[in-house]
């Protein structure tokens, strides 16, 4: 059975940093590329990163550029979200999400990010 797991969000301050954590299984990790993607209330799902199966590229969404960083670790079938210097757009809830070419896609059920003073 595949599960995507996101955990690490909750509540920090502008300027602050939370680490974000999608444990996946039930499927060949290292064969699909990871995403993170985001919905704040009221708006679309928007991506906000990408990396590709063995770790080599990413891709980011400008409004996060210089600001987050998406990593993984495929050993462990984790894919993380560093998020620093964190601002009140960024509060949204957060979704893994795992595709490859030819097969089916795999959402996690998000993680709840909340910047708040």
């Known amino acids: 059975q595949v599960q995507l797991v996101e955990s690490g969000g909750g509540l920090v301050q502008p300027g602050g940093s939370l680490r974000l954590s999608c444990a996946a299984s039930g499927f060949t990790f290292s064969m699909y590329a990871m995403r993170w993607y985001r919905q704040a209330p009221g708006k679309e799902r928007e991506l906000v990163a990408t990396i590709t199966g063995a770790g080599t590229v990413t891709n980011y969404a400008d409004s996060v550029k210089g600001r987050f960083t998406i990593s993984r670790d495929n050993p462990k079938n984790m894919v993380y979200l560093q998020m620093n210097s964190l601002k009140l757009e960024d509060t949204a809830v957060y979704y893994c999400?795992?595709?490859?070419?030819?097969?089916?896609?795999?959402w996690g059920k998000g993680t709840l990010v909340t910047v708040s003073s």
């Open positions: 999400k795992a595709l490859a070419p030819g097969r089916r896609d795999y």
